[in-house]
């Protein structure tokens, strides 16, 4: 079972440049989020969906916009990237239904931006 | 604003040791507190807890949550070097639907031979 699959596994970007971290589930979950994750901040949240078609901003989502069209997918962009973007991106996923809190995590989007 | 401190940052102990990890929260309409271990990428999820006083246990990793003084412990008995990881204390909100963790920084565990 794959789970959650991140995409790409990391990347070297320049300032200024936009960029999109690809992120699917095969466990038809209907909530899916992404986190970033830098050292002594922990896992901060970006943006979430609970749902196709409605997305919802994290406690930081400045300079980040996603969209969810079907449930599967559930894209990150960098429009245009700066430095303090520079960390690595979680992506994860949950049924509400089960109602235990749990998240299934990717392994992670390792980004430099330059 | 929300909080969840974990502490200590770091610990190094030897195989066969007893840890306990501690993380103290301050939130806005608790929902339910869960750990997860991180071993080199993703986080995997260990116990939830929504219940004072209520021990999680599995295999030698054990959890007790305190809501009226606001924290919970995870211990781990008889400790291997596969334990070695950053364990993550999470709380959730309640009201308002999804699963929208707030977490701490981490405790990172070295166990050594």
Redesign the interface.
């Known amino acids: 079972t794959a789970g ?1 699959t991140q995409a790409p596994t990391s990347q070297i970007l320049a300032a200024g440049r936009s960029m999109t971290l690809r992120c699917t589930q095969d466990m038809r979950h209907n ?1 899916m ?1 992404w ?1 970033r994750q830098d050292l ?6 970006i943006h ?1 969906s ?1 749902t196709a078609g409605t997305t ?1 901003k ?2 930081v989502p400045d300079g980040y916009s996603v969209s969810r069209a079907n449930t599967d997918d559930f894209p990150l962009t960098l429009a245009s990237a700066v430095p303090s973007q520079t960390s690595v991106y ?1 992506c994860a996923s ?1 049924d ?1 239904g089960q109602n ?9 989007s390792r980004l430099t931006v330059l | 604003e929300d909080k969840v401190v974990q502490s200590p940052l770091s610990l190094v102990v030897h195989e066969g040791d007893t840890v306990t990890l501690n993380c103290s929260y301050e939130v806005t309409n608790f ?2 507190l ?1 750990w997860y271990k991180q071993e080199k ?5 260990l116990f ?1 807890l929504t219940s004072s006083g209520i021990e999680k246990k599995s295999g030698r990793l054990s959890s007790i949550l305190d809501k009226k003084e606001l924290f919970s412990i995870l211990n781990i008995t008889a400790t291997q070097t596969g334990d070695s990881a950053v364990y ?1 204390c ?1 709380v ?1 909100k309640g009201a308002g ?10 405790t990172q565990l070295k166990v050594e031979l």
């Open positions: 959650i909530a989020y986190y002594g901040l922990g896992l901060r949240l979430y609970n919802g994290g406690e979680f949950s509400l235990t809190g749990e998240l299934f995590f990717g392994e992670g | 929902r339910s869960l990428k993703a986080p995997t999820f939830m993550l999470a959730e639907g999804g699963n929208k963790l707030t977490f701490g920084t981490g």
